[in-house]
């Protein structure tokens, strides 16, 4: 990892929440460590303890993300445990956290991509708080151009390495009740049907589209296929929530 | 508007909700764009693609910012459809989103108040999330000082111009379950009752003036008549939500 | 307080909510008056309105803060009464907000602790929002390093004095459903079993260490005793929120 990177900037991704107490903990030492690298809170409610739902997620939200960001990414359940602390380059963005699948969706989409196992060790590390222990002060570090004892791994070793290339399925509901799905949405023809909790749905290419109170699905602004309802939540109208199984029906010819 | 701005400050005003994914994506458009112009969440929980709820709110919080503020108003449920960007400036503030009647409040309390239509498109233009990809780089650069392609329009043609002066109605609850409404403390009488859900509801100067697990009324820190329960949440005691009725009763004389 | 504090940093802790409209208006006047001293959000969900408990809380997560930190803490359910706005100096960290008990426990816990009326007041002092109009503008002037009118008062006079030093109850549950109690890890010893909904749980390391779905106690990131579900929530499994009672077993010798 010795390219240079120029202006970089932080995106949290975690499963945290917003109201504390473990985002505040992490910027305190990416302020500290980071030499004023500005850094923003991307998601705190990712799936909880989910890498597996998590990583098809953040490779549809790092895809809005600058080039040259930084994503400090802790979706960690296994902390404490044997999984290995990494670094993902892949897409032009780095991602340091735990090697558990997170990344892996990231690293697949870019064929290039390249991992290290990360060799430094803080002073202090407790069992339960890496994100706040030892990812933080490296990714701090990383996007101030400081060297941290990495040794490179092959990506085709990752944890998620061999998942699928999508997930059909809802990985995401935001506060409005939309649901983000495990669907590239470059995949998914224009006049395709998508299929959930026993619903057909046509797509549209905004909410203003289709009539109030309509459920359709559309290329969100994250590149993921979402199911949507203009002026209402899809979650509650359609009764779906995280890990609802969507289809992807194309119409005969 | 040529006027100069001094110090600017950006307050966001959004339903996005604070976990993410959307706030962290406009504030890391205006980090980059505003040449570090601070940038505070002022809301991420304004009524959810209710513009005109979000009005009332709004004209009630924006007193409490700093002269100069820029106030980043995103409760867009249009996005992607015909209403037009604007920028407003009223009260010695800034405004900048979609004209859906968000910013006819505060245009309605400022009869110097001022309306442009926003000429400048980005290069690329999602079809539901022009919080980041229009708004906020137009903020960003007016926040900066930067010239941004507008064209004046009347006032009185913008969405809401004719919505009354006040909302008799819960416009919020805020985290401890205090109701604000659409009316403006100044406006009514410190002996005046305010009816809400059945109840009959007296002035206080503030909690502790009354007993624990009291409700009352006063006039809050944004200027809105706000109902209350001391040590207690009024939307659970009261039972009322957003768009609750409130009814203003002056004592015989 | 003339002592001399190095680079400063404020962490808000308050029961405000992470969605608004009351941090950011903290937020913006620290960011005024503070000369850019760095500020994080800890936590936005303390009991509300409860400072017993969140002083608890507090002195847990004060540990895990930097030497030099400055606490703004605002649960505060008596604002606008006769309780009094003071400074405490403890822990080599400065705290500033109510005389209501918030800051009680971390004052106890350091037999060199300090504390101070605060005798300036602003020109314009709302009822209610005393975060934003006195104890925030105190708060940004000490981290700056600007004078404030302080009169020193006995630590053994501040409300919550003679609580006692550990509190056997569940005072906050986090995002993910872990259960912290107001017990100090380093004083209960590892072979002790915790009970709480009368469930007897034994210590392990951390989460991984016990099978999924398995409860159990362990010495937190904070340094409190947190009961916790291996890939679950704690609050769900086992039935317990905020002020459930907990016991410390310690098993015959």
Known sequence: MSCFWGHAVIFLYTDFGAEGPY??????????????????????????GDPRRAAYLLAGLAGALPSGALVLGV???????ERLPIVVEAGGRRFVGPDNG???????????ARACRIDWRPARLSSSFHGRDLFAPVAAR??????????????????????????AEVVYADAYGNLFTGLRGDRVADDAIVEAGGRRLHRAR????????????YRNSSGLVE?????????ERLGLGVGAIVTVLRPSP
Do not use: K, Y
């Not at 990383?142 to 997930?167: C, F, K, Q």
């Not at 199911?227 to 979650?235: L, M």
């Open 23 to 48: 985002l505040a903990q992490v910027q305190a030492v990416l302020a500290a460590e980071s030499s004023g690298v500005p850094c923003f809170n991307l998601l705190s409610n990712a799936p909880a």
């Open 142 to 167: 990383l996007a101030a151009g400081v060297d941290v004892p990495l040794t490179e791994v092959p990506v085709s070793g990752l944890v998620g390495s061999d998942w699928p290339d999508e997930l």
């Open 102 to 112: 997170l990344f892996s969706r990231v690293a697949a989409r870019d064929c290039a």
């Open 75 to 81: 979706v960690d359940p296994g902390v404490g445990g």
């Open 206 to 217: 905004t909410f203003s589209a289709v009539p109030v109170g309509e459920a359709f699905w």
């Open 227 to 235: 199911i949507a309802v203009n002026g209402g939540s899809a979650r």
